[in-house]
């Protein structure tokens, strides 16, 4: 089992910044992918960003190219999601989540998820 717990939201105006932090508990980290996904109200859990287990492979969503970068500590067992340019549309609870194997960019991919930190851009 793997545990993930994920901090750094909160309430930031449109142009600003946010770091998203995951941190990963239980199970080994070795081997596992990680993603960022988010859930605004009222929609579907959209993919953000993904990364291997190495970091030597990152993928991102179009909406998020050029303003978002994701990237891991493995000796912390912690990724991170650099999120700047923030815009209104951003705001969602931004889940990470972890898979053993290659990075996907589907939800159903990923078998273990955190609890959630809300993101909300102000305009």
């Known amino acids: 089992q793997v545990q993930l717990v994920e901090s750094g939201g909160g309430l930031v105006q449109a142009g600003g910044s946010l770091r998203l932090s995951c941190a990963a508990s239980?199970?080994?980290?070795?081997?596992?992918?990680m993603g960022w996904f988010r859930q605004a109200p009222g929609k579907e859990r959209e993919f953000v960003a993904a990364?291997?287990?190495?970091?030597?492979?990152?993928d991102g969503a179009d909406s998020v190219q050029g303003r978002f970068t994701i990237s891991r500590d493995n000796a912390k067992n912690t990724v991170y999601l650099q999120m700047n340019s923030l815009k209104p549309e951003d705001t969602a609870v931004y889940y990470c989540?972890?898979?053993?194997?290659?990075?996907?960019?589907?939800?159903?991919?990923?078998?273990?998820w955190g609890q959630g930190t809300q993101v909300t851009v102000s305009s």
């Open positions: 989540a972890s898979r053993l194997g290659e990075i996907r960019t589907t939800r159903y991919a990923y078998d273990y």
């Open positions: 239980g199970r080994t980290f070795s081997g596992y992918a």
């Open positions: 990364i291997s287990w190495s970091g030597g492979r990152t």
